[in-house]
């Protein structure tokens, strides 16, 4: 069966999205194959077709599914006989607040700590569209950002103090095993592993051996796209 | 069969703690009738028994358990024919997530918020060491903390976005039906109902109408209880 995930692409096809490996990690947990497309910032043509402008964009079996948490779901529905990502409903109901935990608490002082790094990793002809979006967004430029960017990854770091709890008394987020709960916040390790040189995590934090866990899953997913130099 | 939850009391036997009100629920989600037994902060030679010094403390069937979510855990396994409070061992290993999420990153600025009018819940003879240990934690008076109540209580209203999205999309935390990591947050909002006269929610804020659903729960159990004045 023909199944193709459309996914943001930067520089020297970089695939550094963490919408897009939430996605990647939950095709594998799923065993399912799938066909890569880059899409990158300046290419939104290439998915105009699934009625909206963002990635991941999962085409499966005639169905077009667009946001990461959507494909989450739709992946488990259709594919029950393989590998829970959810491991039921109640699990399902309180990843939905890992991933709205992870949009709307991690990923705002990480955005700030890496935006640079970011665009850094763009093609030349979709850096002026982000930089005008993101400087809006943020009421200052990139490059002020990125001096404050140590405060940023303070904050990041800070806000992880759960799932540090978490994983001092069981090996992943999801329990015993890897769940979806898990591959939100790969994701966004992930994302900051390929998009910044900069070590998001501390040489101490005990999230790091959970990072080596998830990020050894099949056959090393994560670990074999190059980190940014 | 004999069944004795120890919990906080304050002035004028007044059971704020948040702790102690996850196991109130839980109790209650259970269907388990409790014998309660006040604790006051100068009082701690009631649980000496137990071999630590914090409540909650259930004493059920024999067995003595500290600390509200061992107590979940230990509920959940005792009474596995009663309602779960997890929704399998998925549910509970998210469910410890949204635990640590409460107390490391909702509990922080909730508690600078309200502190003052905790101290101010307190017995007179508990009054002194609730300053000392507090002042010195936060390296400020309780006066100097009250005064910048606004900020702590907008912070701590952020931190709960991802809760606030969450509950966009669905009745309870927990997914279609309330469970404990429901229990877990409303909690923190009983404590601070019953201990200050700040309103914890902004008037428009979307998780006001999940709250109400919650303290309605068994016969309106967070609801019996008369809010501070």
């Keep these: 069966m023909a199944r193709t995930l459309y996914e943001l692409s930067g520089k020297s096809d970089r695939r550094f999205s963490p919408f897009c490996w939430r996605t990647r990690f939950a095709l594998a947990h799923k065993n399912l194959t799938v066909d ?3 899409v990158a910032f300046g290419e939104k043509e290439k998915i105009v077709f699934s009625g909206q402008q963002l990635v991941p964009v999962l085409v499966d079996d005639g169905a077009t599914i667009s946001d990461s948490w959507k494909i ?13 990502l959810f491991g039921g409903a109640t699990g399902q109901a309180e990843a939905l607040f890992i991933n709205h935990w992870c949009d709307k608490s991690v990923h ?11 665009f850094n ?43 540090r709890a978490v994983i001092g008394t069981q090996p992943f987020l999801g329990g015993a095993a890897p769940n979806y709960a898990d591959y939100i916040l790969a994701g966004t390790l992930q994302w900051a592993r390929l998009a910044s040189p900069q070590e998001a995590l501390a040489t101490d934090d005990t999230l790091r051996a959970w ?10 997913l994560a670990n074999k796209v190059p980190a940014a130099a």
Tied chains: 1, 2.
Excluded: M, W
Aim: charged share 35%; hydrophobic share 35%.
């Design 36 to 38: 890569l497309v880059p």
């Design 211 to 220: 990072r080596d866990r998830v990020f050894g899953l099949f056959d090393g």
């Design 72 to 84: 989450a779901c739709y992946l488990e529905e259709k594919y029950p006989r393989a590998p829970s």
């Design 108 to 118: 705002p002082p990480l955005v700030q700590a890496i935006i640079f790094d970011v």
């Design 121 to 163: 990793n763009l093609r030349a002809e979709d850096q002026r569209y982000f930089r005008e979006t993101r400087e809006k967004r943020f009421g200052k430029s990139l490059e002020a950002l990125y001096a404050e960017r140590e405060t940023h990854l303070a904050n990041f770091r800070r806000t992880l103090e759960p799932a």
